[in-house]
């Protein structure tokens, strides 16, 4: 048998040095033994580099993504509702709580299932946990490459040094990401396919689609070949991750993930639209096609309709070879490899969220191919190869320069991956495997198929997408999102996060001004028209006037006041579920008091002008509007999956924000005649609606046309 083979070194060494056309091994001790003199010097730096600055660094830091899994495992370790998680505020708000030294946290695009996994270290403190995630990613990396020792015939140096280049690796250790993780399943179940465990591989697979979404493409390179127990233990493992995600989380913040977060991943639309430093395809041709007015005010063409269709077309041209060149019924080891390696280059090549480190799992087809390439004695091909990988992992995109067409020349690690991918592609078509064209076509017709609706789905997606760009407040390019907007005359307060935290700021005749930076975040801010309340975040968020002799609110959060000044309301959060509770500014020596019940989770909430509160809420299932007065009494007003309300000065108008199919909108009711009519209509977030003093012009954040809930401010006149 093939894997039974025991090849050493010396003849694994011997092979790599055989002509390239006669197939004959060329007899150079002397060149043999420069290049493994040469491959462990290289490996022996390399490890230095390793253990001298980037571990080092990685134990003394947390940089930014391994946050991100603690908060929301130990959330749940201190049975929090959770279901807010996805939202940017409230996740800072509880990173701020727990004191957890990161200036930045936020959960899009990461799957909730996946922050389970470092669940068991939240009883300690966050840099000791990772320190504990940094041991353990050691051992699974030795495990890796042992796993890779078995899968070819490499000697141990060669996949020491596959792995030793790899510099996404090294960000992978930096930050505390999940990757090597994630290889480690990769591989284990690429070993249990070639050995015909394709059952426990598929459920392998299915795990690692809990942990990532993108291994999921496995699924349909096991329906290629046709193999029925693969695909049912791929069924076996995502479904068991589905049902603990389930079980932890709950229904609504699972609904959160498929509807919304998901979808806007897929298209590119998850984070970083704009950013060529992702080096993606979605991120190159946000650049070049699609107009927004502060993230890329200098597109190549501005026509989105190029962006829909050239996106799925090019994902479906690199796909599809991976795909019909998988031969059906085929169980030859050697082969399997290849095609395995194919499916996962292929899948990183054409990410819509390609961080650096995501491509520390080049480090598996790279050993597969190169072993294969060893086999056939290509010394230049092993060359080309080898530097092909180096540049995908060591260079990236940059968006210096990048307006335009020159978009072009900044993204390397793109162009890298794609010769990756033809590399191993010219490595299939070279084995000649026999072919079923009546299989072909069907197969060809379906990937057509599946590319046709991808296209209708993105042109469909656009419609009125755009339309709110004529409404946009400019605000500077380095602003990350402008959200919970208040109206005070000709004035805009909001909160805005940039890459130093969360800031109050003023918008004055497209002028901003920032609150200066500090340790704490400001989340929120609400005003009489002449006083200023913020809430400002330490291990408990404080409500507290600019005006300093008028004293702060402990454990406040969230504040709004009434249109008569006379009152200020604030949510109060128990294990993230939050009350409100009333505070009298004109009585500060008062007490303030609960207007809500504990089994009610608020989330929104504005004064009408009769001093009733109307606020969102959940007690069960999706969120509702409800109306409250001083005296408690609590009604609902029968508007479901509704969240953001604000009522107009004048009393006969309140606007919010409404769930459908995945995405807020906005919507108006007539408080005289209890009639209601749909304000925005777009496969987008228009959110956090508030009122101008005349009543007739409607301040919102909308996410329209940039990355999901990053959102900027528009000022849209609703009322002649």
């Given amino acids: 048998m093939e894997n039974a083979l025991i090849i050493t070194p010396e003849r694994a060494d011997q092979r790599s040095l055989q002509n390239p056309t006669s197939g004959r091994v060329i007899h150079n001790p002397r060149l043999r033994r420069w290049t493994r003199i040469g491959e462990w010097i290289l490996l022996a730096l390399l ?11 990685a134990w003394r830091t947390l940089n930014t993504d391994f946050p991100n899994y603690y908060l929301t495992a130990r959330l749940i370790r201190e049975h929090y509702d959770t279901s807010r998680i996805y939202e ?3 996740v800072q708000r509880q990173k701020d709580h727990h004191e957890i ?6 959960m899009i695009p990461i799957t909730p299932f996946s922050t389970l996994i470092v669940w068991p270290l939240t009883s300690i403190p966050v840099l000791s946990a990772k320190h504990f995630w940094l041991v353990l990613n050691l051992g699974l990396l030795f495990g890796t490459l042992a796993i890779l020792r078995a899968l070819t015939h490499l000697p ?3 996949i020491a040094l596959s792995a030793a280049l790899s510099a996404p690796m090294q960000a992978n250790f930096l930050l505390g990401q999940y990757y090597i993780l994630l290889l480690f399943l990769l591989t284990l179940s690429c070993w249990l396919y070639v050995r015909q465990q394709r059952f426990l591989a598929g459920v392998l697979i299915g795990l690692a689609s809990g942990l990532k979404i993108f291994p999921i493409l ?19 493992g995502g479904m068991s991750t589905a049902v603990v995600s389930l079980l932890v989380f709950g229904w609504q913040l699972n609904r959160t993930y498929l509807t919304q977060v998901l979808p806007a991943a897929l298209r590119g639309e998850g984070i970083g639209s704009y950013s060529l430093k992702a080096a993606s395809l979605s991120t190159l ?14 597109p190549a063409a501005d026509a989105p309709w190029l962006y829909a269709v050239l996106l799925p077309l090019i994902q479906m041209a690199m796909i599809a070879p991976a795909l019909l060149l998988a031969v059906p019924d085929g169980r030859c080891p050697r082969r399997d490899r290849l095609e395995w390696s194919a499916i996962l280059l292929v899948t990183l090549a054409i990410s819509t ?17 190169w072993d294969a390439l060893e086999q056939q004695g290509g010394r230049i091909s092993v060359a080309v190869f080898l530097s092909l990988y180096f540049v995908a992992g060591i260079l990236g995109g940059s968006d210096h320069g990048g307006d335009g067409w020159s978009a072009l020349f900044n993204v390397p690690r793109l162009y890298a991956l794609i010769l990756l991918c033809a590399f191993i592609y010219l490595l299939l078509i070279k084995q000649k495997p026999h072919r079923n064209l009546k299989l072909d076509l069907s197969w060809i017709a379906a990937l057509g198929v599946i590319m046709t609706l991808s296209i209708v789905a993105n042109l469909r997606h656009q419609q009125g997408l755009y339309a709110d760009y004529q409404w946009r407040i ?17 004035t805009t307060l909001f909160i805005a996060f940039m890459h130093d935290g969360y800031h109050s700021a003023v918008n004055h005749f497209d002028s901003v001004q920032f609150s200066a930076s500090s340790q704490d975040d400001h989340l929120a801010m609400t005003s009489t028209g002449t006083e200023r309340w913020i809430e400002q975040t330490g291990n408990a968020s404080v409500v507290m006037s600019l005006n300093e002799d008028k004293g702060s609110i402990r454990e406040a959060e969230s504040p709004v006041v009434s249109i008569d000044g006379r009152w200020l309301a604030f949510l109060r959060e128990d294990h993230g579920r939050a009350r409100v509770w009333l505070h009298a500014l004109d009585r500060p020596g008062d007490a303030d008091q609960p207007l809500t019940p504990a089994d009610l989770n608020v989330f929104e909430m504005a004064f009408l002008p009769t001093g009733s509160l109307i606020f969102s809420a959940v007690s069960e299932g999706a969120p509702q509007l409800f109306v409250t007065d001083q005296s408690r009494n609590i009604r609902p007003l029968g508007i479901h999956e509704a969240r953001y309300p604000s009522g107009s000065p004048d009393g006969h108008w309140l606007a919010y924000s409404q769930l459908d199919r995945g995405s807020w909108n906005l919507w108006l009711h007539n408080m005289d005649t209890g009639k209601a009519h749909r304000l925005t209509r777009a496969s987008c977030n228009n959110i956090e609606p508030t009122w101008t003093a005349d009543s007739r012009t409607l301040i919102y954040s909308s996410d329209c046309g940039r990355s999901l809930w990053l959102t900027a401010l528009c000022k849209r006149r609703i009322f002649p």
């Fill in 88 to 90: 940017w505020v409230w």
């Fill in 353 to 369: 969220s390609p961080a650096s480190y995501l491509f520390t799992l080049l480090i598996l087809p790279v050993c597969l191919i």
């Fill in 47 to 57: 490890i230095a580099y390793l253990g001298v600055r980037t571990l080092p660094r």
């Fill in 156 to 158: 141990w140096r060669r």
């Fill in 101 to 106: 030294d990161q200036r930045i946290v936020g």
């Fill in 285 to 298: 041709l946000h650049r070049l096609f699609l107009y927004e007015p502060q993230m890329n005010p200098h």
């Fill in 474 to 490: 400019d605000t500077p390019k380095d602003l990350y999102m402008a959200a919970r907007p208040i109206a005070e005359g000709d």
């Fill in 218 to 236: 496995y699924l349909v390179y096991f329906v290629r070949k046709k193999d029925v127990k693969a695909i049912a233990g791929t069924f076996v």
